[in-house]
C-alpha cells in the first residue's frame, strides 16, 4: 500500500513540473489556457462551439479535446475551421501534462490567443491534475440534478469559474438554482459563476467576455 500510495506521489510531481513548463510556454506566446472539466455530455464541445463562432474571427483559437475514444469532438471542432487536437486516452479518465505536451509537438496549435483543454467527462479525478492552464472550468447541466456540488465538492471549489449549461431546460426540470449558486459561492467565495444555454444563445456574451477579459489581464502582467 505504502509503495502505490509513494508511486502515485511520484507521478503527481513529475506531472507537476510538465505542468510548470507548459505554463511558462504559455506565458511566452500570451496564450489564455482554460482547462474544461464536467461529467460526460454536460455540454463542453456544443459551449465550445458556440465560442468559436461568437470568438474565432478576433482572436486565434485552439483547442486540445481529451476522450477515451473517437475523434468526434476534435472533428466538431475542425469542422468550424478551427485547429483541433484530438487527445485519445485509450481508457484513462483524465488528461495529464505529458499528453498537452505531445500534442503541442504534433499539431499546430501554437500560436493561440486563446486554447481549450476539453478534459475527459468525469467530475472527480481531473481535478487533481495542472496541465498548466491558467484556471480551471467547471461545468454543470441542469439535468444533473442540483446535489453536485456539494457532491463533488473538490472541483467546484477549484475550478475559478462554474458554468451552469442547458439553462433553456431549465423549465423542464428539478433543479434548484438558487441553491447550487448558494453552494457553489460557499465552496467558492472568490469564484465566477456564468449561466448558459448554446441553444438560445442566454448567457453566451457574458461567457465570451470573461475569456477576453481574462485573456486582457494576462497578457497585461
Ligand atoms: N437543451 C440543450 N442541450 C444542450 C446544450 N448544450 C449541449 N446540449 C446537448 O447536450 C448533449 C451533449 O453535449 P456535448 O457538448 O457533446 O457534451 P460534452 O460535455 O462535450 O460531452 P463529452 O465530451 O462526451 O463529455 C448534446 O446532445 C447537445 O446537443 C444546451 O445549452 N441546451
Ligand atoms: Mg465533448
Ligand atoms: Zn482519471
Given at each position: 500500500m505504502k509503495t502505490i500510495v509513494s508511486i502515485r506521489r511520484k507521478a503527481l510531481a513529475a506531472s507537476e513540473e510538465h505542468a510548470e513548463e507548459l505554463r511558462g510556454r504559455f506565458a511566452e506566446s500570451g496564450t489564455l489556457v482554460l482547462n474544461l472539466i464536467s461529467?460526460?455530455?454536460?455540454g463542453k464541445t456544443t459551449l465550445l462551439e458556440t465560442t468559436v463562432g461568437r470568438l474565432a474571427e478576433r482572436y486565434r483559437i485552439a483547442v486540445i479535446e481529451g476522450d477515451v475514444a473517437t475523434e468526434r469532438d476534435a472533428d466538431r471542432i475542425r469542422a468550424l475551421g478551427v485547429p483541433a487536437h484530438q487527445v485519445l486516452?485509450?481508457?484513462?479518465?483524465h488528461l495529464d501534462a505529458r499528453q498537452i505536451e505531445t500534442a503541442l509537438e504534433t499539431a499546430?496549435?501554437?500560436?493561440?490567443?486563446i486554447l481549450f483543454i476539453e478534459n475527459v467527462?468525469?467530475?472527480?479525478?481531473?481535478?487533481?491534475?495542472?496541465?498548466?492552464?491558467?484556471f480551471k472550468v467547471v461545468l454543470l447541466s441542469v439535468?444533473?440534478?442540483?446535489d453536485k456540488p456539494l457532491k463533488y465538492p473538490a472541483i467546484f471549489s477549484r475550478a475559478d469559474v462554474t458554468v451552469i449549461t442547458k439553462a433553456d431546460l431549465l423549465p423542464y426540470v428539478p433543479f434548484d438554482l438558487d441553491a447550487v449558486l448558494e453552494h457553489v459561492k460557499s465552496l467558492n467565495p472568490s469564484g465566477t459563476i456564468v449561466i448558459v444555454s448554446s441553444t438560445t444563445g442566454d448567457g453566451v456574451d457574458e461567457w465570451c467576455d470573461l475569456l477576453v477579459e481574462r485573456l486582457g489581464s494576462k497578457r497585461e502582467s
Open positions: 461529467s460526460p455530455g454536460s486516452t485509450g481508457g484513462a479518465c499546430d496549435l501554437l500560436p493561440a490567443d467527462g468525469n467530475l472527480i479525478c481531473p481535478t487533481t491534475y495542472d496541465l498548466g492552464e491558467d439535468t444533473e440534478g442540483d
